[in-house]
């Protein structure tokens, strides 16, 4: 009986070898395991693979695209629109799109959420955006850790004119907002802080 490393059997199988980290991970096509712990893959893993529904004919190619406020909506149309353009002329067959109006820096958007709860669980096998900030103003890099560990291809159009320079300004005053609110909370809680601490030395003399 033939056996294989993960890297010879991903070829043999026609999957990446982050696909079989994430079958061995989900429990569809566990291997056995060396005294050093590497996946090993037998003629009989093969058959298995090839012979059951891992095939991943179930992913889908989903596109994505955000624009900040109700007021850049013909941006986010535009966005579309080059999209389209884009993944015509790249031979990308999209079967979701994902249109969406929240800032950047919200990590609780709804259609954001469900485009990453999709790479995590591997129902998509490629995520198309126009540009790096569509997804996030930052944190860009996580997620393509994310693609890359869960199989799914991060497509970037990278047109700049989707990515107006008025929704960059609003994004920096609302990091600005957010901390000028966190130290202005901190200041009062040290002015709290010292006089309870004035009060405790008061009362012990």
């Known amino acids: 009986m033939g056996t294989y490393n993960i890297s ?11 696909t079989l980290q994430r079958w061995d991970r989900e429990g ?19 058959a298995k693979a090839l012979g059951s ?40 067959v999209v079967g979701e799109w994902f249109t969406e109006i929240g800032g950047g ?21 490629c995520l198309v955006i126009a540009h790096k900030d569509r997804l996030a103003r930052f944190g860009l890099k996580l997620i393509e850790h994310l693609c890359e560990t869960h199989d799914c291809k991060l497509v970037i159009m990278n ?5 107006p320079e008025q929704e960059m300004i609003q994004d920096m005053l609302a990091i600005v907002h957010c901390f000028s609110a966190r130290l202005y909370g901190l200041r009062n809680y040290r002015k709290a802080l010292r006089k309870a601490l004035g009060n405790d030395t008061r009362a012990q003399d």
């Not at 010879?8 to 982050?18: D, L, N, R, T």
């Not at 569809?28 to 093969?46: A, E, F, H, I, M």
């Not at 919200?106 to 998509?124: E, H, M, S, W």
């Open 159 to 163: 047109n700049e004119t989707v990515s």
């Open 53 to 92: 529904k891992l095939s991943q004919v179930d992913r889908r190619i989903v596109a994505y695209a955000r624009v900040s406020s109700q007021a850049q909506k013909p941006d986010l149309d535009n966005q579309v629109s080059l999209l389209q353009q884009f993944c015509t002329a790249s031979g990308i």
């Open 105 to 125: 820096l919200n990590f609780a958007r709804p259609k954001f959420l469900q485009v990453i709860d999709g790479i995590v669980t591997g129902r998509i096998e």
């Open 28 to 46: 569809r096509l566990k291997p056995s395991r060396t005294p050093g712990n590497r996946r090993v893959y037998t003629d009989q893993d093969v």
């Open 8 to 18: 010879e059997f991903a070829k043999i199988v026609g999957v990446s070898v982050h």
